[in-house]
């Protein structure tokens, strides 16, 4: 079982940064992929980004993957010691707004929401412009 918490929304203006949290609990942190989504008010939870699980290797190779909507301007790093995953948010815009939740599950590296087991309550962003 994984619990995740999110941290760190909150409004900003157009062309501002934020960075999110997410603190799993749990002492398989390594082993699950983790990664970000969000839902914006009337519309559909999409996906942000991900980072790939370990897969045991001594060298970890952290591979991401992003949404083309946020490429270039958002990035996802994870300190497993922490059992922590970010989501650095640069260069916002109005349409960034939406909840955003952290997600935990096994597979390597995945991008759609039934590859995900654990989610987080989310947290709020908004963006004015």
């Known amino acids: 079982q994984v619990q995740l918490v999110e941290s760190g929304g909150g409004l900003v203006q157009a062309g501002g940064s934020l960075r999110l949290s997410c603190a799993a609990s749990?002492?398989?942190?390594?082993?699950?992929?983790m990664a970000w989504f969000r839902q914006a008010p009337g519309k559909e939870r999409e996906f942000v980004g991900t980072i790939k699980r370990s897969d045991g290797r001594i060298y970890y190779d952290g591979r991401t993957y992003y949404a083309d909507s946020v490429k270039g301007r958002f990035t996802i790093s994870r300190d497993n010691a922490k059992n922590t995953v970010y989501l650095q948010m640069n260069s916002l815009k109005p349409e960034d707004t939406a909840v955003y939740y952290c997600?935990?599950?096994?597979?390597?590296?995945?991008?759609?929401?039934?590859?995900?087991?654990?989610w987080g309550q989310g947290t709020q962003v908004t963006v004015s412009s």
């Open positions: 997600a935990a599950g096994t597979k390597y590296i995945a991008t759609k929401i039934d590859d995900y087991d654990y």
């Open positions: 749990g002492r398989t942190f390594s082993s699950h992929a």
